[in-house]
């Protein structure tokens, strides 16, 4: 969703914060509360400037985290690290 370039809103639970910061690259409501989920998108969509700023970050932080070469890295670093484990 983020590589969209769309605003994102999720529930504040699990993983979502490592992608999604709070007014910054997204907007991240408390689990399972649909009124505030509801008020972040309504939010959203009135504040078309908000929206645009926080789509753009939320994929400028995508690529850059969660790139194919980052991705990769990430994968062999534990491929290494389980090889050296002995496991």
């Known amino acids: 969703a983020a590589l969209s370039g769309r605003p994102i809103v999720a529930y504040d639970e699990?993983?979502?914060s490592e992608l999604?910061?709070?007014n910054?690259?997204?907007?991240l409501v408390p689990n399972r509360n649909t009124k505030a989920a509801a008020s972040a998108i309504k939010r959203?969509?009135?504040d078309?400037?908000?929206s645009q700023t926080l789509g753009k970050s939320a994929r400028n932080l995508a690529v850059k985290n969660h790139s194919f070469t980052n991705s990769?890295?990430?994968k062999v670093d534990i491929y290494?690290?389980?090889i050296n484990s002995g496991l």
């Open 72 to 74: 990769s890295k990430v």
């Open 44 to 46: 959203l969509i009135e």
């Open 48 to 50: 078309v400037s908000l």
């Open 24 to 27: 910054q690259t997204g907007i």
């Open 14 to 16: 699990e993983w979502h």
């Open 80 to 82: 290494k690290e389980i």
């Open 20 to 22: 999604i910061q709070n």
